[in-house]
């Protein structure tokens, strides 16, 4: 039997693909914290945005992958969503002009 670790269920993983981005979840870093426990696999899905419209389409898929693997008895999807940051604003030019 092949060994379960988190490289085999990133290998899994690369067959879950965003339908909108075109590729897959873990060539797009949205695989996190993956954590195996003898037969249980647990990882995040860590989506750009908490109101994804594939986030419902994504879980099940994963689910279905990575507990086809052989060893796996149980696979947990934590979904979860990290908003990127907006740079801080800068000055604007007609606020730092002398003349204005």
Same mark, same amino acid.
């Given at each position: ?24 979840? *873990?060539?797009? /870093? ?6 195996? =426990?003898?037969? %249980?696999? $647990?990882?995040? +899905? ?17 689910? *279905?992958?990575? /507990? ?6 149980? =696979?947990?999807? %934590?979904? $979860?969503?990290? +908003? ?17």
């Amino acid at each position: 039997m092949p060994n379960l670790d988190a490289d085999a269920v990133l290998e899994a993983l690369r067959a879950v693909q965003d339908p909108d981005l075109h590729r897959d979840i *873990v060539t797009l /870093g949205f695989v996190k914290d993956i954590r195996i =426990a003898g037969g %249980e696999v $647990s990882f995040q +899905v860590e989506l750009t945005t908490p109101v994804c419209p594939v986030k419902d389409l994504l879980k099940p898929q994963c689910e *279905v992958v990575v /507990g086809a693997l052989p060893g796996v008895e149980r =696979a947990e999807v %934590e979904m $979860s969503a990290r +908003v990127r940051e907006l740079e801080p604003t800068r000055k604007r030019w007609w606020r730092s002009c002398a003349a204005c």
